[in-house]
């Protein structure tokens, strides 16, 4: 049973590169927890360009690139946006990130350097526990690992967990490729390792940034890439799968929810099949 403490903290894994029709048939330990009545499935529509750092963007302020200014991954530069980071910092809660140096460019400090930026712990920065990589075939394995060190280490109220193995795979080998689904696999064999570790103290959500075509591509329209999950482990989430397509740009004012913030003026107002008032 989840305890009452975790009503105000949350764990948010972004499975980069993860689309909406293998998440369904590949991961099966998040399928057996819908199964038996502990988590909510969705899809979601993700916002355009359905390129990774405007969507990290998207993820984490609740802002679509037209108005954060974040178009490409080109754009090197921090966020002007208030982000989820910001909001529990704002409230004296602690955050911390395991993710790719996008994370740190965008709430930290730009340019990212290896040397200096790898590991911060800093208590004035938005993500004020962080362990980054550069490097987009870094283990996946490892950076669970990271993670449980960062959640073990320092409890913060809000955690980032963002593996890059499936968008790596998916863009060597095509996402409609064995290896592609392969590795959500492996994903999905890491989450039965460490969800259960968590579940009982933190809330947790699961999602992607976008989705992969079949030419191992992402930044169109397409379905494969725009179409991606939404797993909820939560108290205010009713357990079940749900059809209704949830726009990404509802996920940010989501987490607010489950962590009794308010969301910023920028952030709009959705409603979630499940969720509780």
Request: glycine residues 8%; charged residues 15%.
């Amino acid at each position: 049973m989840m305890n009452q403490t975790a009503r105000e903290k949350v764990i948010f894994l972004l499975i980069d590169g993860l689309r909406l029709d293998v998440a369904q048939v590949a991961l099966g330990y998040l399928g057996h927890l819908v199964e038996v009545g502990q988590a909510s499935f969705h899809p979601v529509q993700a916002e355009l360009p359905s390129v990774s750092r405007p969507v990290y963007e998207v993820l984490m302020t609740g802002t679509p690139s037209s108005v954060n200014g974040i178009t490409s991954n080109q754009v090197v530069r921090p966020s002007h946006q208030t982000s989820l980071f910001h909001l529990v910092r704002q409230r004296g809660g602690t955050t911390a990130a395991a993710a790719h140096y996008s994370f740190s460019e965008l709430y930290n400090q730009a340019p990212f350097q290896p040397l200096h930026h790898r590991e911060q712990h800093d208590p004035d920065q938005a993500i004020q526990h962080s362990r980054f990589y550069w490097d987009d075939n870094y283990p996946d394995s490892h950076l669970f690992a990271d993670a449980a060190a960062l959640q073990r280490h320092y409890n913060p109220d809000f955690l980032l967990i963002h593996p890059g193995g499936v968008d790596a795979v998916g863009h060597r080998f095509g996402g409609e490729s064995k290896q592609y689904r392969n590795q959500a696999i492996v994903i999905d064999d890491l989450l039965a390792q460490y969800l259960p570790l968590w579940m009982e103290d933190y809330q947790i959500v699961i999602t992607a940034d976008h989705g992969m075509n079949g030419d191992g591509q992402h930044g169109g329209t397409s379905t494969a890439e725009r179409a991606v999950p939404l797993f909820c482990i939560s108290p205010r989430l009713r357990p079940g799968v749900y059809g209704e397509v949830v726009p990404q740009l509802a996920i940010a004012p989501l987490v607010c929810q489950l962590l009794n913030l308010q969301p910023t003026t920028k952030m709009g107002r959705f409603t979630i099949p499940g969720l509780a008032a």
